[in-house]
């Protein structure tokens, strides 16, 4: 799959998703591999984010994987026009911090930027961008 994906063969990569899926329809590395590879392939595709937002549904702040898949989740959710529910997703994520590495979030940082910038609080998504790191500020 990772040989697919790196030669952008989209179909071949989301097909041996499926049947992994298939497989383990509960695997969480499974579902954000698909979600990603979806992403890349087809990111301006309403049907995409969609599903990705299936793919993602009942997923929990359990582990930074589970986290991966739910960064894709709010990004889904705020191309459907759901910003709301994007920016709910990545504040409820970001509560916990602790066992989360420095680059994921940051994602979810700027991701929750575009969600405020989104809903028209300009001066939050600018806030937002300039917070320190949890761990520079000694929260982590």
Known sequence: MEIYQRQKKWKDAVNCLNKLRRLEPDDVVVMLSLAEILMEARADDPNVW??????????????????????YKANALRRINLKEAAREVLTKVLRRKKDRSEDLLHAFRYERALAYEDLGQHKRARSELEKPCPRQAGLC
């Open 50 to 71: 969609r599903r990705v937002v299936r793919l993602a549904e009942g997923v929990e702040n359990d582990s930074e994987i589970h986290v991966a898949l739910l960064l």
